[in-house]
């Protein structure tokens, strides 16, 4: 099985149904993993925590076929219909 460290002290965790996993924050201080066993109550472990290997998913995302970006539609003529009718200029001038 894998081991997990306790981000908090780096002790090993042996109830991983315990660990509390919270959100990596850039403030979060990672202690060196150990051989000494976590006595956090509840052990805490960063997701995606810079001591960890990076998982294989990252790497096969990174493959993974983008979606095409939209094809911008051709602007439609403007409609004749819409367009002033053109004025007389005899009308009005007897
Ligand atoms: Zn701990």
């Known amino acids: 099985m894998h081991t ?16 509390q996993y919270q959100p990596p924050r850039a403030s979060a201080q990672f202690a060196l993993p ?12 960063y ?11 990252d790497a096969a995302d990174a493959c993974a076929p983008r ?8 602007p439609a003529p403007p409609s004749p219909s819409l367009a002033p009718p053109p004025a ?4 009005g001038a007897a």
Do not use: M, Y
Request: glycine share 6%.
């Open 4 to 19: 997990i460290h306790c981000h908090f002290c780096g002790g090993v965790v042996r109830d991983q149904a315990t660990i």
């Open 34 to 45: 150990q051989n000494g066993l976590c006595t956090c109550t509840p052990p805490i472990v």
């Open 47 to 57: 997701e995606d925590s810079p001591l960890d290997d990076p998982p294989a998913d």
């Open 67 to 74: 979606p095409l970006p939209p094809v911008p539609s051709p």
């Open 88 to 91: 007389d200029p005899w009308k």
